[in-house]
């Protein structure tokens, strides 16, 4: 599936990725392709990001590796949605 993160700033990232993992108001929730179709409020935490990252130069001090080995983005609030494969991410 294809992930775009997107702050004020610029798109931080934008890739095909495995999974991606977000905090949702309600509790933290993933995304898995054929996810069904989702908007959601995010609040404070870790966006998760799972497969081949690569993030370029610019932003790379936001983002860090935990111990599985997934890129993460710490975040403050926001709003994703994913359909037909796509998710977005729009993170403060």
């Known amino acids: 599936?294809?992930?775009e993160?997107?702050?004020?700033?610029?798109?931080?990232?934008?890739g095909e990725v495995v999974s991606v993992t977000v905090p949702g108001i309600n509790g933290?929730?993933?995304?898995?392709?054929?996810h069904a179709?989702?908007?959601?409020?995010?609040?404070?935490?870790?966006v998760k990001v799972d497969g081949n990252v690569?993030?370029?130069e610019l932003y790379q001090d936001k983002f860090?590796?935990?111990?599985?080995?997934?890129?993460?983005l710490p975040i403050t609030s926001g709003t994703v949605e994913m359909k037909d494969?796509?998710?977005?991410?729009?993170?403060?």
């Open 28 to 34: 933290e929730f993933q995304m898995l392709t054929d």
């Open 85 to 92: 494969n796509k998710v977005i991410v729009l993170a403060d």
């Open 54 to 56: 690569v993030i370029d």
């Open 37 to 46: 179709p989702i908007v959601s409020l995010l609040q404070q935490g870790q």
């Open 64 to 72: 860090s590796k935990d111990a599985s080995g997934k890129t993460i």
């Open 1 to 3: 599936m294809y992930l």
């Open 5 to 14: 993160i997107v702050s004020p700033e610029a798109t931080l990232f934008a």
